[in-house]
């Protein structure tokens, strides 16, 4: 089975604002820079500029990250490389999901290794980067995935940045995984690898680099943590000017109010987009009176006192949503940003935050997305008569279609409708000529048969998905394992059962099928 490409729009998956965006629709081209194909990102790397101290600091902060690991050469080189005046990067971000989460997350990772490849040049070389979001809070979102099917969840509280998490209780979860990942001539290798990265006294972020240091680091992807108080000190003075001009909400209020006329907004911006960070806590501040107050029983500051804070302690604030991907290109010499559907939502919120803070926007590329089939499933498929595209249908749809494609008996009661029609059309011309009073009468009677005939109808397709009860179930099926509990698959399996079984020659595959400059979902072999 060769890879089978579908466009995002006939999938039924993707927002209106997705769509839209990838198939260039002129009321959205004023909320971004360049697009997002080989002519924007040319574009973006000849205008892209990177102040030479800024660089030496992310270079110097990438050392110290990588400093104990057991750097392979094509990290190094990629090290290397950052340190030259031209460097620029590509990058992909996500939160810290158990095990990189759902499958979307590789995927992500590959595309900014594909970008990398194609946009480099000798005088220019792209690095890839995957950006991992440690300060995010919201430990129910990441302390779980789906393996083979089954939940996997990591016991514990929320206790601020997730990245600083130990992993307490994990071995029990190694325990519950190791099984799942069955027989494949790859599963040992993946259990001792995760032994080896999620260990008790590791806190999330560094099991998260050693893991994806271990999937990727062959192809020079560079980890970068921006939980650091030197890259936080590069991006001070622009928290400087959100605590003292609110410049996010005015810019973000702004861009929301022209998205508005199309497309419905994806973030809220705040007074103050910041959080503050403290052990166990990631707070927002809010103004009360003359006030800065740390929510959660935080401190609270005067503004000289809190920006005599900021001054001495930038590690200690925390970008929100909004602002953390300003502090992304304020530190990274970056020309493309790689990300689902719902970030580059609120991206587009944010082009006049951007240029308010003369930060350059780099160029947006949507992540592929794609589904695995099994060659027996798309046997069962075509033995029904269904293309992968129509498994894009709804579930109900098309257990109505087969139901009545393959029943033994007509299921379609369309030509006694036209009959009923005929007769009653016939029957108003009579009544017309005898007494128009009479034709209301008609009408009424025609209604009647033909909600009659309808309610038939309907048994007839109960009977027919009886008859077809067999072949109804292996359509659902296939469709539960292409939309597990009603959504993609991508947004639920983890990568490692496909890994277990075919090791790191499956993230070679896809790195050969998903190209995110083709803009089409793609159904894989499984």
């Not at 809220?268 to 003359?290: M, Q, V």
């Amino acid at each position: 089975m060769q890879r089978i490409a579908i466009s995002y729009r006939d999938t039924g998956r993707f927002s209106q604002l997705v769509t839209d965006y990838l198939e260039d629709a002129p009321p959205l081209r004023e909320f971004y820079r360049e697009r997002p194909d080989v002519h924007g990102l040319q574009a973006a790397a000849t205008a892209r500029s990177f102040d030479p101290a800024a660089r030496m600091v992310l270079c110097e902060v990438l050392e110290k990250q990588y400093a104990g690991m057991d750097v392979g050469p094509q990290i190094r080189a990629s090290l290397q490389a950052l340190r030259k005046d031209r460097a620029l990067t590509v990058t992909t971000g996500h939160q810290l999901g158990l095990f990189t989460g759902p499958l979307y997350v590789p995927f992500k990772i590959l595309n900014v290794v594909r970008l990398a490849r194609q946009c480099s040049t000798p005088e220019r070389p792209v690095v890839p980067v995957f950006w991992m979001a440690t300060e995010d809070h919201d430990r129910p979102e990441i302390d779980h995935a789906w393996v083979n099917g089954t939940k996997v969840q990591w016991p514990g509280a929320t206790a601020g940045a997730v990245g600083r998490l130990k992993l307490d209780g994990i071995g029990p979860v190694l325990e519950q995984v190791d099984p799942l990942l069955g027989m494949g001539s790859h599963a040992d290798e993946l259990r001792a690898l995760l032994h080896r990265c999620y260990r008790p006294e590791h806190d999330l972020a560094t099991a998260t680099r050693l893991f994806v240091d271990a999937l990727f680091g062959r192809f020079g992807v560079v980890v970068i943590d921006g939980d650091d108080p030197a890259l936080k000190r590069v991006f001070a003075p622009i928290m400087r000017e959100e605590l003292l001009n609110n410049v996010a909400e005015r810019t973000v209020h702004y861009a929301d109010q022209r998205l508005a006329a199309h497309w419905k907004t994806q973030a809220h911006a705040r007074p103050i987009n910041l959080f503050y960070l403290r052990p166990g806590n990631r707070s927002r501040i809010e103004l009360e009176g003359d006030r800065y107050q740390v929510l959660d029983g935080g401190p609270s500051f005067n503004l000289d006192e809190l920006l005599a804070e900021l001054d001495a302690h930038p590690e200690r604030f925390s970008p929100n949503v909004l602002m953390r991907p300003v502090y992304q290109e304020a530190i990274l010499p970056n020309i493309a940003y790689v990300g689902g559907g719902g970030e580059l939502a609120y991206w587009f919120q944010l082009k006049w935050l951007f240029q308010a803070l003369q930060v350059p926007m780099p160029v947006l590329m949507l992540r592929t997305s794609a589904a695995f089939l099994a060659p027996k499933d798309r046997e069962r498929m075509g033995e029904l008569g269904l293309t992968p595209k129509e498994l894009f249908t709804p579930i109900d749809s098309l257990r109505k279609r087969v139901a009545k494609e393959r029943a033994s008996f007509s299921v379609s009661l369309l030509q006694e409708k036209e009959n009923v029609k005929r007769f009653h059309a016939d029957l108003q011309k009579r009544s017309a000529a005898a007494d128009a009073t009479l034709t209301g009468m008609v009408a009424a009677m025609e209604q009647r048969a033909l909600r009659g005939i309808d309610r038939l109808e309907e048994k007839f397709v109960r009977a027919a998905k009886r008859e077809q009860e067999l072949p109804l179930q292996r359509l659902e099926g296939i469709h539960e394992r292409l939309f597990p509990g009603g959504g993609l698959q991508e947004r639920r399996e983890n990568f490692m059962p496909w890994y277990a079984r075919e090791g790191p020659a499956f993230f070679d595959r896809l790195l050969a099928e998903l190209d995110p400059l083709d803009p089409h979902f793609s159904v894989l072999p499984a």
